[in-house]
């Protein structure tokens, strides 16, 4: 799998939820099935996480593009730091929040699917192979 591709999935799920949570949050997460309605606050607080995420969509796009792994290596790593913690995140609310539905399992998927497909991506990478298998000397 090349790095182009796992970037531009990344990039559309990110659009897809990303835009979904700046002009709807509500629907997405009724798309969920048993979630309460956000308040003002919490509203507010998904629309800013859309954006966000829609600017990391955006970001991943542009580094599909990059003809070697090597030149964007720090998307990569920021991409893996992301997912490998939102899959943490999704993974201990799931088993220890009451309230949290059993169609939230699709975060923790979509979060462990890419935390391993950037890991891959980084331990293949030159940039990665090197920096792990040389010491560096400050």
């Given at each position: 799998?090349t790095?182009?591709?796992?970037?531009?999935?990344?990039?559309?799920v990110?659009?897809?939820?990303?835009?979904?949570?700046?002009?709807?949050?509500?629907?997405?997460?009724?798309?969920?099935?048993?979630?309460?309605?956000?308040?003002?606050?919490?509203?507010?607080?998904?629309?800013?996480?859309?954006?966000?995420?829609?600017?990391?969509?955006?970001?991943?796009?542009?580094?599909?593009?990059?003809?070697?792994?090597?030149?964007?290596?720090?998307?990569?790593?920021?991409?893996?730091?992301?997912?490998?913690?939102?899959?943490?995140?999704?993974?201990?609310?799931?088993?220890?929040?009451?309230?949290?539905?059993?169609?939230?399992?699709?975060?923790?998927?979509?979060?462990?699917?890419?935390?391993?497909?950037?890991?891959?991506?980084?331990?293949?990478?030159?940039?990665?192979?090197?920096?792990?298998?040389?010491?560096r000397?400050?």
């Open positions: 799998m790095h182009r591709l796992i970037f531009r999935c990344a990039a559309f990110g659009l897809v939820f990303g835009v979904m949570l700046m002009f709807t949050p509500d629907a997405l997460l009724a798309a969920y099935g048993g979630a309460e309605s956000l308040n003002h606050v919490g509203r507010y607080m998904a629309m800013l996480f859309g954006a966000a995420v829609t600017g990391f969509a955006v970001m991943n796009w542009a580094a599909s593009s990059a003809p070697d792994i090597v030149e964007i290596h720090y998307v990569l790593i920021g991409n893996l730091v992301t997912f490998t913690l939102g899959f943490v995140i999704a993974l201990y609310r799931q088993l220890m929040g009451d309230s949290v539905p059993d169609t939230a399992w699709f975060n923790v998927a979509i979060n462990l699917a890419f935390a391993g497909l950037f890991f891959y991506l980084y331990m293949s990478s030159p940039a990665g192979y090197r920096l792990h298998s040389t010491s000397h400050a």
